[in-house]
């Protein structure tokens, strides 16, 4: 029993010093949201921040991978988010479909290119 306790005891500190904390904010924001109104100027900001910062992290795992995404080459990167983004478009606004577009392109450019 102690042996696995301490392969695991990593994991309780990672969802006690990382998951717990930011779940607490989470839940305290969705009781603060409720009464706001959808359209009005703050959620709107709101909505922009938040989808200007994904932006910016898809753009740098395409652009500056590390990893074994680095071991494909930056045209199949940018290939496949490019169709992931069309499938998004194309099939009715899917995420699903998009992310798994992307991720099919992805890894079958890495196998037809990749090192």
């Known amino acids: 029993m102690s042996a696995v306790l301490n392969e695991l ?3 309780f500190i990672l969802v006690m010093v990382g998951f717990l904390p930011n779940e607490v904010w989470r839940a ?3 009781v603060a949201a409720r009464g706001l109104n959808e359209d009005s100027e703050i959620v709107v900001w ?3 921040v ?3 910062i994904l932006a910016a992290v898809i753009a740098k795992l395409i652009l500056f991978s590390s990893g074994a995404l680095a071991t494909i080459p930056l045209p199949v990167r940018v290939s496949a988010a490019v169709l992931g983004f069309l499938a998004f ?3 009715r606004r899917s995420v ?3 992310v798994i ?3 099919a392109a992805l890894l079958l450019g890495g196998m037809l290119f990749g090192k």
């Open 9 to 11: 005891w990593p994991y």
């Open 101 to 103: 577009v992307g991720e």
């Open 96 to 98: 699903f479909a998009g």
């Open 46 to 48: 709101s909505r922009a």
């Open 28 to 30: 305290l924001g969705f």
């Open 89 to 91: 478009l194309a099939i």
């Open 50 to 52: 938040a989808t200007a």
